[in-house]
Nanobody, 120 residues
């Protein structure tokens, strides 16, 4: 009923920047929160950043000051601007949405993931 589609991943050199996008579509009544998670090689999935319906944000300590999460409410799109990237940021980045669906209530939805590789 809801699809989350990420884009914007790729290969970037250390110190570079990337912007990820995640578009939500489907039978959306409202969005409670959207966020980005990542899973690096041999690591567990971890929260990167989240933005609430009112615009409040929360970041993992490892990305504070380098990453910025934002959203376009009119388009149901969330962005993750990533600056000063390091090899430790290499991971598959997943979009997550806590979304109210018509007739079904609140549930968690995930995108398919987009690869970010930071390497020289």
């Amino acid at each position: 009923q809801v699809q989350l589609v990420e884009s914007g991943g790729g290969l970037v050199q250390p110190g570079g920047s990337l912007r990820l996008s995640c578009a939500a579509s489907g039978s959306i009544f409202s969005i409670n929160a959207m966020g980005w998670y990542r899973q690096g090689p041999g690591k567990e999935r971890e929260l990167v950043a989240v933005i609430g319906g009112g615009g409040s944000t929360n970041y993992a300590d490892s990305v504070k000051g380098r990453f910025t999460i934002s959203k376009d409410n009119a388009k149901d799109v969330v962005y993750l601007q990533m600056n000063s990237l390091t090899p430790e940021d290499t991971a598959v980045y997943y979009c997550n949405g806590q979304i109210y669906v018509h007739g079904l209530g609140l549930d968690d939805y995930w995108g398919q993931g987009t690869q970010v590789t930071v390497s020289s």
